[in-house]
């Protein structure tokens, strides 16, 4: 791949990542259709999020964790059913055609908007809070965030995320233990993919690996020096952006 090329997927890697990482998410969700439009195949797109994803979070995880950020017991019980299914839905992604993966990533993206946008009750937050159901629906969602973080490369931290927020108060603390979560989920699934995949692109990986670290550096850095609340609309715009784009690219 040429330099201006990889230049392009350098700049978009690190800023579309730090935006992301401020939330606890990676970014993959939203850098792999826009990997995609750039014309790089989709499963080498979706490896290459979840990569993205393994750098950009382990970098904002090891920071959050010093601040006592990471609820590490409760991200372990997201964390276990996550692992175990990313390779399964990774292999199911590899044999899946283009289409179906699409409009299940439309689906995907649509369902966090949704959450994004709807935010959490008091209610909610009050039925989950310290609840046994709050544990068993996080190993449930912890598996399908895991199965659906291989299938499309995007780490299940989306997914994670709003449920975290019905059983945690605390946004930063959602934010941390969501990274920390997508973050094994991401290796799982991006390991398999290394083993399933074939005529890798390494330069381009070293490129998303430098830009997903110096995006979790930046990420971490600014979610400890403003309010997530303005990086949320910049997350809702950016998702709603990218799910317009792949619609109408579908028809």
Known sequence: MNL??????FILTWIISALFAVAGVGAANTLIPIYYSLGIPFSIAAAAGLLLNVFSLSTATVNNGK??????KLGTIFLIPAVIMAPIGAYIGIHTPRKILLWI???????????LIRGRTKEETNKFTG???GYILGITVGAIAGF????????????????????EKDYKKVSATAGYVALF?????????????????YDLWLVILIGGILGGFSGSYLMNKMKTLYVKYVIVSIITFVLIKILIGMI
């Open 67 to 72: 601040r006592g950020r990471v609820l590490w």
């Open 131 to 133: 609840n046994v159901k």
């Open 105 to 115: 990533f439309v689906a995907f993206l649509g369902y966090t908007l949704y959450n």
């Open 185 to 201: 989920s991401s290796a799982s699934g991006f390991t398999s993919y290394l083993f399933l995949l074939r005529g890798i692109s």
């Open 4 to 9: 201006p090329f990889l230049s392009i997927v």
């Open 148 to 167: 659906l973080g291989g299938l499309l490369g995007v780490g299940g931290g989306m997914i994670i995320l709003p449920v975290l927020a019905l059983i």
